[in-house]
């Protein structure tokens, strides 16, 4: 079975704080994603990464930056937390070429 | 551009009953088609997709959808509910590229009654 992981199920952080999730995935999948869930607006993709230090920007990526150093992580970063920015974030991985996104349980981050 | 629409924010099913979820999308191409379960405080798990072939599709945990490109829809069937099918459900489109971005709808949560 595939299994992606996320650092914390849930976190609280101040205005200001500097914020890592950490996501890793055991299937050797190349592709890897950050979404924020928010009720009523479903997934928004915020990054996503193709390949080792390799990341693109998705809809929503004001706020947020990733890094990719090995293959299996994939971080998101947030550089200065926001309460806006109080959120479910999911992180997902998969195949190239069309593949299914397996997902993980989520981070549930709530910023003062 | 890519999107999706699950025209029901809510749904409520009696326990036994049969369901069908809606699901339109927009995509430029054949699409790729998912349809995701999410229980409370989870991470979203897949119950079935279509890439191709025959337009009825089976999934997991007796579900099934049906493509039909004409209407633009992929709408997620299951003959009897239980309880433990509340749960929120997400549609998502993506394509073929190598990149594989889906584009979820904003979901249906179901409740089920007794």
């Known amino acids: 079975d595939v299994k992606v992981t996320q650092s914390s199920r849930y976190l609280v952080k101040r205005t200001g704080e500097k914020v890592f999730l950490e996501c890793v995935q055991d299937?050797?999948?190349?592709?890897m994603f950050w979404y924020r869930q928010d009720p009523g607006l479903g997934l928004r993709l915020i990054y996503f990464?193709?390949?080792?230090?390799?990341?693109e920007k998705g809809d929503i990526p004001e706020g947020y930056s990733v890094s990719r150093e090995k293959k299996e992580r994939f971080s998101l970063i947030l550089e200065s937390a926001s309460t806006n920015q109080t959120s479910m974030y999911l992180c997902a991985s998969s195949q190239p070429g069309g593949e299914t996104q397996y997902f993980g349980p989520g981070t549930r981050l709530l910023v003062l | 551009a890519q999107s999706v629409t699950q025209p029901d924010i809510h749904i409520t099913v009696s326990e036994g009953a049969s369901l069908e979820l809606r699901c339109n999308y927009s995509y430029g191409a054949t699409p790729y088609l998912f349809w995701y379960v999410q229980s409370p405080g989870q991470g979203l798990q897949l119950l079935l997709k279509y890439f191709s072939g025959d337009t009825l599709v089976q999934g997991i945990k007796g579900f099934e959808a049906e493509f039909k490109r004409s209407q633009s829809s992929f709408n997620l069937r299951k003959p009897s509910v239980h309880w433990s099918d509340a749960a929120e459900y997400f549609c998502a489109v993506g394509g073929n590229t190598g990149f594989q971005k889906l584009v979820f709808g904003t979901g249906t949560r179901l409740l089920v009654s007794p």
């Open positions: 299937m050797d999948h190349e592709n």
């Open positions: 990464s193709y390949d080792v230090k390799m990341k």
